[in-house]
């Protein structure tokens, strides 16, 4: 049985919290650390079986009865209590981004180096059935070698201008997911991203320096053209899709939605909307990251996700980036390390 | 916190316990028994964090700490054991079918009579989101008056010959599910069936005195036509859909399947096939029934499935056989009750 | 080049001028007749570039140019003008039904046969695309033996009363064309009928003798059982869809739409109606059964629909009829032939 | 009626000549003229009703009755004979592109200029059912403001190395229909271009100097993105898609197949693929453009598709060519008019 504690007590930390309480069987979250923690979370936590909350993260590293910590606190925190755990012996769970600066991921890469600490990055996409299915269907050849990637990534709600300033922008805050996808799917890595990009959701994102929809050409290290397209707004809720298409064929995905009715009348034939948001749509996955980590830490193998999984879509969002500033194809040999 | 007792550590049994113990707020299970409980049951119960086992389910209704049990033995015990909890005051949640003998579901509600027990029906389909879906939309007006329903039901393998003679035969065994899915869909009581029926799967199940494909027309008390079609065998997996087309249109349902991932190559373009069988494809919904019958112990208010939803199927299906022997339409109230 | 000579020139007399004007190669219509000919239907005529038109059939089959005639006229003229035709050497290419009466359509049967004429009836379904696909999947052995055949046939709007009062009721009306469809796709005949109806459209058919609404179950020689389900208003259209489910599986079919657009908004993902109505659903297929009644004239082959296809569905259409009024199941065998 | 001359009697030639004499009400074919005319065409052209045959399409041109010329020859000769046909007064249906050199479409424009004759180029996918059914939604603002324009576009085999040396490349000859469709989605022209190409699927077009696998982005002066994806080859067949993504929601289609026939077995649940290529697919785009060809002729109005329809997608296409050469986004305002 892993002991975990968990450092952030917001949505994806409560999140986690869930998964762990239901359905991972190994785990057991001994405390939850969170700066803001109130009566209501202290309230919560003890609803869900957690024994202890507290304000000060660094009880858990403390805490010698403690395997492993989940890094869910706020993006800026990442890599310096990714360092802490790492040095305080503890195995790290770590969401997304590591940091929006490179220098501060190899930080924790130099950490890692001589610790036998187990690291994962929260890509949680890779665990959903979906993708997973699309996933399989290209590494046992059923399309050949792949040629084109087609990932399509919308959310239902754009996020508010003062989240927008913080946040790093579109492509280390939400594309960053769908450049962790083109990798998965290719199985290589990125060599150039182009990027044609605009603001037609939202004026304030673009006051706020960042865009709201883009479409983000790259080329792979295996030949294969990637294209990703978002949009921080689909009128009809969370759109996620993957398609690749090879040599020998295709495999693509729809929406998931919350059942299969569909109702015709004289006014037309109607389906359900997507599942809201990522809540709802990756639930799933949330569950299956975190029993690989547990896996991980019990066999003692490796993770699914290296903290090199959680360094390079951040290299291809600094890309994107630049793409954008300077409108022109980024190599992603020109970002320095 | 309901406090409950499950009698029976089958198939079923095992699966209401990782419902209460992942996905049920309100509900710890202080006692399994089962008749043949062994070591291996008794660490997987204990796994779970179940405190007692036991071989006697009496024990079970003699502790006064437990509030509620669930009979998921086999089903000529589902009558005595129900009466014998509702007389120690536990709540009863019995699994499907509460007897093949109207007579025994007669004595249950009688006992029920002069009690404050709540006690539901296992019919786990209506919790379904495909079907709830379904449901929702009748009970909208979006179809208008209901006019033809139509149910889909076939098993991925046929039981063995031995299961088919304990059974009570198709009609009370599987099709059960289907006449509560109808009385569901269409809002009211059948008034007649009409079966045509064949041995086209397995001869053996011929030879047990029963038939493995089926399709049964029912005319509903509001005046729709229903028409269920079962097969014992579907090479494909478990086929579980409904239609129901009414004065103002259709809602329809189609089959889940683990991804939605479609392939397309030189060959042709291929899904995946539905969810193997009822493990698969309803897991969601044995958490939900759980829920609603805990949510009507603490709040006080009438389960989703009373005994009389246990009872009209079962009648049902004595017309259902009853039309088979004597080849003839078979109203509902030539059945004895 | 066969020359051609219509009887009839409504609705359907015009479908097949246009057919063989487009898209039939090798025939030619000289003749057009309807005792209602009048300008506008001759300005038509000469428009699709016939050259001929009258106001008594007569001259069509004293024409020893004709080879060929088609009989579109009102159902009651079948089967004396096919009796005439045939013994005029006319090839004949009949609407359906031949006749309501076993009785004339035997002797339509007894001029065939000292008689080298070709015979068609006008089952168009048989060569839709849709229909086809599901014909050829279990030819071909693809869902092995068939087990449960299922039709479900729904028209865009009811009829008027006056046409249902001489229309011979819905089973030999609307409901022959799923008979003939169930034997194409069971490759056999039925032995039994089961009719469970209602009148829930239009309380103007069941004064007229009619029902409007019901689900028909037939026992098949080969073991299987059919099932098709009629309603004469489907709010959403044309409705028109088959399933054949057998020992190695299932093929479906789904309605076709002008378009496979979907529109995903707030409000619902939305996709098209149905075809309306039989024009817009089946005019391929009136060119395709028209083209094979050509071919078999020109290389003297037997025609895929002989008078027997036409007889088969009629006797069904009497027994549906015999099992309402008797509300019982009726064998095949017991309509007098 | 309008009299047409055909001029080349190729595939496409063959496409027009079918469709006008089975589809096109108002229009007659008199001759048609192919340097390469043969006894098999010429019969061929007997065989469809066409009264004359010819080597040299000048007679054509000097025939007083002939209204209107299809040019459907090798694309060297577009522009010189539509030039001729101008000045010879008859109106003009041009197979696309009208020439890979602006300057030669100039002229053309040049020609029509003091002309009142009736210009239309081939870009036949805007009459396809499903991109009007797109295009339409689009229209009717259900989708809001376009964002996303997506083209999918992939040929079920590669064309030989001969023809893609004379073929202009990929983008002149395949993407040059996409140009025309993004156009069309828009409602707009685009500004820029920016390509990302491979060669994967045949070596020997590449070193023919040119790529068989693209990601086309464009910038659109609505403020859309929009992105063309081509393939050489995909092994499923003709891939013919589109989605618009805008403020309130999104349409997108599916590929068009045989029959609607989905299979269920133990293997798995397979459908059909697309219709083999343009000519099973497009059929009834190529009659529908053509139907509006006459009908700007009979009514003098405009034609749907004018001679700046068909000069945009080559400059686009030459955009393309220099954005894949040069490696970065090309604006179309570079490409010399």
């Known amino acids: 049985m892993v002991k975990v504690g968990i450092i952030g007590a917001g949505r994806i930390g409560k999140v986690h919290t869930k998964s762990i309480c239901n359905l991972v069987k190994n785990a057991e979250i001994k405390t939850i650390a969170d700066p803001f923690m109130n009566e209501e979370t202290d309230k919560w936590a003890h609803s869900m079986g957690v024994a202890n909350t507290t304000k000060d993260y660094k009880e858990i590293l403390a805490d010698p009865e403690i395997d492993a910590v989940l890094i869910c606190s706020s993006t800026n925190t990442h890599s310096p209590i990714s360092i802490e755990a790492i040095k305080a012996g503890k195995h790290v769970f770590c969401e997304k981004p590591i940091d929006h600066d490179v220098a501060k991921i190899k930080e924790v890469m130099d950490a890692l180096k001589d610790s036998d600490v187990k690291y994962q990055v929260g890509f949680n996409r890779r665990f959903d059935h979906n993708f997973e299915a699309v996933k399989n269907a290209v590494t046992a050849g059923q399309i050949g070698d792949p040629h084109i990637i087609k990932v399509t990534s919308r959310d239902p709600e754009p996020p508010s201008a ?159 980036k630049k793409s954008v500033e300077e409108h022109r194809p980024v190599k992603i040999s020109e970002i320095q390390l």
């Open 162 to 320: 003062e989240y927008v300033k913080v946040s790093g922008g579109i492509f280390l805050d939400m594309t960053i997911h769908d450049f962790d996808m083109v990798r998965f799917l290719a199985g290589c890595d990125a060599t150039e991203v182009y990027v044609q990009s605009a603001v037609l959701v939202d004026p304030s994102i673009g006051e706020a320096g960042d865009v709201d929809t883009a479409v983000i050409t790259l080329q792979m290290e295996n030949g294969a053209i990637a294209v990703i397209d978002n949009s921080r707004k689909a009128a009809y809720g969370y759109d996620q899709r993957a398609e690749v298409f090879g040599s020998k064929g295709m495999v693509a995905t729809v929406n998931d939605t919350q059942s299969s009715a569909v109702i015709s009348t004289a006014e037309g034939v109607t389906g359900e909307k997507p599942l809201y948001f990522f809540l709802e749509r990756y639930m799933d996955s949330f569950a299956k990251e975190m029993n690989c980590f547990i896996d991980a830490i019990e066999n003692n193998t490796d993770t699914p996700l290296g903290v090199e999984d959680g360094l390079k879509p951040v290299i291809m969002g600094l890309a994107a």
